[in-house]
């Protein structure tokens, strides 16, 4: 054998060597990824479901405008501004749900590409 040939036969096992490293290191990193993306998905979706307002509130507030209907008859006259509570949001609970959902959208991005990379 003469020297090029020798030469190209030890690039390739080093460079196949090296790239099977590589390639083995990357879909070690996308698991792991993968795992804290599901994980970090899972926790901040109970933070956003605990800031939600509450339906019982809601629910209460109809149940009564429906007794003062049924107990003052049908020709009663009912204020139904009151009805309205569930749309006074504080400008810190409006940005603290707007945080939460674009982190929750980021984490599963990030899962997504794993998911990808992994499957390539």
């Known amino acids: 054998k003469d020297v090029d040939s020798n030469f190209w036969e030890t690039y390739k096992k080093v460079s196949t060597e090296y790239d099977d490293d590589f390639l083995a290191r990357a879909n070690d990193d996308?698991?792991?990824i993968l795992t804290f993306a599901g994980l970090f998905s899972a926790v901040n979706s109970a933070f956003i479901v605990?800031?939600?307002p509450n339906p019982g509130d809601t629910t209460n507030a109809l149940l009564l405008h429906l007794i003062l209907i049924t107990a003052g008859g049908p020709n009663?006259?009912?204020d139904v501004s009151s009805?309205?509570?569930s749309?006074?949001?504080s400008s810190a609970t409006v940005w603290m749900q707007?945080?939460?959902y674009a982190s929750l959208?980021?984490?599963v991005l990030a899962a997504f590409g794993a998911v990808l990379g992994k499957q390539w």
Do not use: C, H, P
């Open 87 to 89: 749309t006074n949001f």
């Open 98 to 100: 707007v945080l939460g």
């Open 83 to 85: 009805l309205s509570s």
């Open 30 to 32: 996308m698991g792991i």
């Open 50 to 52: 605990g800031m939600q």
């Open 105 to 107: 959208a980021s984490s």
């Open 76 to 78: 009663a006259v009912q």
